[in-house]
């Protein structure tokens, strides 16, 4: 890829030059917006822009610049200035509009940060107020949160709002009607929902509620044109297009459309997540069709904590055919005009692009998911470490799948020589996997070094089975079996990790627990289970299989991952299996995952019960001879294991969210005292014998 | 106490008859029924019933039950056979109606639990039906998770509803309408705001929705009375009582009262908080006299999770007079009745009960509140150690605060014979800090050893040492000075607790860190912040040390916490003062305690900003001397330190909430990664000359 920034203003010039006569206009549009997102140098932007300015003039009315940013949330002067960027830019080259994602200068979740400091948002509009000043004729749309008046009020103290700016002035307002409280969205929290859709006055601003709705026209007015703007969650509720399933009795895109708008927009922050876009973008192609109607979908990108946000944002013209598609997981500006049938389609990951229209929601195949599972991660590591300001990332290198592929995704994510892997074998870890895990480093490039735990693990040893001596005096409770051991190995390997965090600047420990693992506890408090951040939380161990050949064939490095790794039954080797007098097998220990996985996938995407499972066909039992009596067993062990499993999630690290649903604190919550609850259920009979007896 | 159950049933005959003779009819009722709540033998119960039926005879009509029960969240059959059992209870005595706390089936809160595993819904559902058929004469109300129609629904899936059952069947249903959705309330994540106030009947059970509102009388009649029952939140939006400013725009009570009820009734689920307790008795107290019509609140009591409920129930005549109310954490039954003036008032935790009336909500006033702080921390203790199936517990005795407050607790919560409490001494530690340490676990009669960490110390250096001359061939960002040496101790005291924990049958860890420490993030991650719960974790230091001295005056064994423990300025003898050549104190690390919990307290309760405290005289600041620059200088250590805290929030163990806001994580969510929030904030022309220079 050319570095033009390293180009003198004449040699850009001339490149600049080059291109505009060797493209057509769109595409030259296209490729000099490409440029600009690469841009730090101001006089390289003013040749952008003044060949921009030339290159839209046919395409001025109408057209829109879809600011696609990466926020970070509560930093109003970040988030702020980027927004200055973007409308001086979309000036400079004389665009209509430029639209903005949901709540741009707060970043979107700020969660109850409002609450508690509610300065953020004093600040936010003082910014919004500061920024509609610089403006000119071509209109901002700034999403904001909007203070209402704290006393005598009734509601929540909030708006999610967005501001239209012109000439010098906030126009208008625009407030969010329709507010997610599920997942990992808590909009209810704080913010109230606006009586009303589409435009009020800029008069209202803080002062707004539903006895002054203003009997005004609910659209904004560009240049003769009426767009029907709408934030985020406001587009999500189409009867039709949900089968009569919704989660809101109003429709605000069905009470826009009769405002008879040329073009919908919608400013939204709306994270990734497995199967969601096929949907959004069916239902956005079936919105724009259904009201004839073309929309502008602007979406946040980058992570913020648990939350990664594809960005990704489009344009569907009024017959539902996508005619614009931003980059996904990266900043943009691009350039739309829908009426002139101006805009470029970026491709989406390969996978979603192939199954975007298929109905097949919920299948359990990876493959389709894969590309959009590593850069989901991969912003999701790189923001949380740019973010908090951490730089450097040290982890465990077992030999094994989860340390692999955490390695991997580190070493795309913060760069190879930000990384260090520590091989710290016991007397149970074999050659092999020590070989395999310097063999990985290698490929990888990233640093390496191998620290026997056996000192730390005998001195732990020998204390505690002395401090055992002692409590065995006084608590007649010793286990005759227990995995003590097995976890001073684990927490001995965390010390070390946790001591280089300590000991060198902006350096994170990484927990290298995979899904399917949480999901059974199968992870040390304190040792494999603790981190700063957990890459790959939301990633069963069959997904990791996959996502590690697939990283082997698509990465720049080829067979990256050394194939005895994946070859291997998982295995933390912290014990020996004394049927087998090797080390202990995870499936022996579990069951097998890909039976274990489906447990999983059944529960979170088809809300299965036991009894459900207990008489449906897995597809591990079309392949493999699974007694009724082993079946049973494993299920058992899932929902015993599980209800125990609860408190481990309460404390886990930070972690990306990729699947459609997840065990992440922040998207789901389950009181850790509730671990006694009946899975399997009863029958009413049993029941009302239980009732009877009692009587 | 007298322990009725060890007598035969010709003994505790004799016993009740001896009561019944001694006292009034009113006071035999109470006592007898104390004497239930305490009995598991059926004779003895059958005995009571007799004598209480007897005497209610002239009560009966208008009588009430309120089972104030304890629930396990999700343990449908332990919930509903506790139903069953007040229910027969009520029956046996004859009494009108019997009332149970909000969800008394579920539990409250239940989180998302019921959309990933809605079988449970099913089973609340199937035991309300069974419990229904055993109903008599007497009316009950429970509590229960009502699902909607699946398939073409708008809105959520469930109702937080409460069934009216009598006569064998389920008669009518109250949805709640007011969803609390902060602090650590959900509701709106999973519940569909009813539509309509007041009873519908049985017939819209699971079907019901805003197209099929019956118009009906809207309260419940039994025995020629009306009752106008409402759930939780439902009565908490008086417009005159909350000034004006309030949540939701209706107002369900306002809306029964025009049903000319006889009685309000309000099943509850509502945690204790400082301050809360003086509002919620104001608050009833208000609308009862409002109305001219008694109101009966039974609330939930015990501990799931984080959140400690009290109890308290309790009712108000028409005049707005306290007419009963049940203990404070513990199970009860209480007979009631409103309008022969029949009640009970059990007394309030002891400050509380003299700050009732007081308008002085916002005091940093410890006193009033100690008592009700211990029986909080107790209770959720207790309940997260029964529900969870652990009881014993292990925790480091530093000779220090924090670890002395959390062994007192967990003495008394689970036991002195269930608490180990193991002195982990290291070079640093003083002998005045083992001998304290040994001396409170001898008044305590706690199981007490002492274990040195010298040896993990030594050997972990010794590993570190050559691991980081390793990483630093690779990386030149080693810290000139670092924490490591501090953590590594905090850490190797944490192993030896997770070990014994790992060892001994039922038993947990317990993390010692105090709510001051926790925001500025002066807590060992692995170490001292790690463990299966954390007591004290809202609990301000300065507030501790009020705590320690109530503890020492309030408990059957006066001054079991040696005075030096209370005297000596906190400090976690990690590390050596260069300046003093002794252990530092925490303090110099920080800023006084006093000053540091009065930011926390200003923040969260007065919501001040920087500006406003730098403008403010502090307490701390009546009584000494502190320069501006040196104020200046904490509140930005203040903002800076608890900016990194974000993360150990976010990994913190259960704990205990017992102030009126806390950061608790299912109480206050800010994203880590918006750590770079500027507190202090930017003036109008600041922020335009920052606009100015990007243009």
Redesign the interface.
Known sequence: MTNYDKFTTDEFQNKINTIVSDLSDKDSIFKLSEIYDKSSDNEHIKIIEKHLSLLMKPYKNGSIGLAQINP???????N??KV??YI?HAQNIGLDMVVFPELILM?Y?????I??????V??NV??L???A??TTSTTAVVGFVEPRK???????KYYNSVAILKDGKIQQIVRKSLLP??SEF?D???IEPSPVVGCQPAITLGNFN?DNVQNCSKTTVVNGRKYGISICEDCWNNKEFF???????KDPIEELSKENPDVFINCSASPTRAKKEQLKHNMLSFISEKYSVPIVYVNQVG???NSSFDGSSRVFDKNGKLLARAKSFKEQFLIVNPEKDLGKIYPLTKGLEKTLTEQKIYTLEYEPDLERTYKTIIQGIR??FN???FK?A?LGLSGGLDSTVCAVLLADAIGAENV?G?SMPSKITSSASKNDAALLAQNLKI?F?E?S?K??V???N???Q???S??EK??D???KQ???MD??QA?SR???L???S??????LPIATSDKSELYMGYAT??GDM?G?FAPIADVPKTKLFALARWLNENREVKNAIPEAIILKKPGAELAINPKTGKPLIAEDALMPYEFLDEIIWR??NK?E??SDMVNSEFLYEKKNTVTRETKLEWLDKFYRRMSTAL?KW?????SVIVDS?SIN??D????????????K????SE??K???A??
């Open positions: 970070i949330a509560g930093d109003i002067e970040y702020a200035k200055v960027k001086i970043g979740p700020i969660e109850d940060t609450d508690r400091h509610p300065i953020i004093e600040e003082k910014w107020k500061q920024i000043k610089i704290y006393d005598h009020l009734t509601g929540k409280t599920y808590n209810y929290r704080y539903k089968n009569d399933t919704i989660l809101y009795s992570a913020i904590d923001d949380y973010k908090t300001g450097r040290v260090f520590v640093n070094t620290a735990i000192d730390m005998e001195t732990t020998n204390c505690l002395k401090l055992f002692t409590v006084s608590w409770c010793r286990y227990s995995f003590t976890n001073i927490r965390a010390m070390f946790w001591g280089i300590n000991e060198f600047e902006r350096c408090i304190n603790s700063g529960i979170e809300k019960h036991y408190y309460s404390i886990l690290p930070p649903r604190k922040y789901y919550k389950q009181p850790i005292t509730s671990s006694r609850i009946n899975y259920g009863l029958d009413e029941i009302e239980k009732i009877l009692l009587l």
